[in-house]
């Protein structure tokens, strides 16, 4: 403890550490549907209960996009171009776990009350 004091290391913020858990979650499940992984989902598994909340952070991101397609009438191509999805699901995963565990924490902190 005194060795980290002096080193001037402090706790690492809990909610930085679910933010980060969740944004592997999000590029691991990118890497998933990609193809990047020996892992390959069936669309049964994908469009299921249980893969929607596995693939969760992929899934809001490639919903995002069916919603800008739709309302711009132009679908895109990613045949060449799509790490970029990886870094929304990241992104998305992070905001995912970050915001649920700032809300129960506020619950939890509020019931103590």
Same mark, same amino acid.
């Given at each position: ?5 002096? =080193? /001037? ?5 809990? @909610?930085? $550490?679910? @933010? ?5 979650? /999000?590029?691991? /499940?990118?890497?998933? =549907? ?11 598994? %994908? ?6 909340? %596995? ?5 809001? %991101?490639? +919903?995002?996009?069916? $919603? %800008? ?14 790490? +970029? ?7 998305? #995963? @992070?905001?995912?776990?970050?915001? /649920?565990? =700032? =809300?129960?924490? #506020? ?7």
């Amino acid at each position: 403890m005194d060795v980290e004091r002096r =080193l /001037g290391i402090g706790r690492t913020p809990p @909610a930085l $550490v679910a @933010a980060s858990l969740g944004a592997a979650w /999000g590029v691991l /499940g990118y890497a998933v =549907l990609w193809g990047h992984t020996p892992l390959f989902p069936s669309r049964s598994f %994908v469009v299921g209960p249980v893969g929607t909340a %596995v693939l969760a952070p992929v899934r809001i %991101v490639l +919903w995002g996009i069916r $919603v %800008v397609e739709q309302r711009f009438a132009s679908p895109f191509e990613f045949a060449q171009n799509n790490a +970029w999805i990886g870094v929304l699901a990241g992104l998305a #995963g @992070a905001g995912m776990c970050a915001g /649920g565990f =700032l =809300l129960v924490r #506020g619950l939890v902190r509020r019931t103590r009350r």
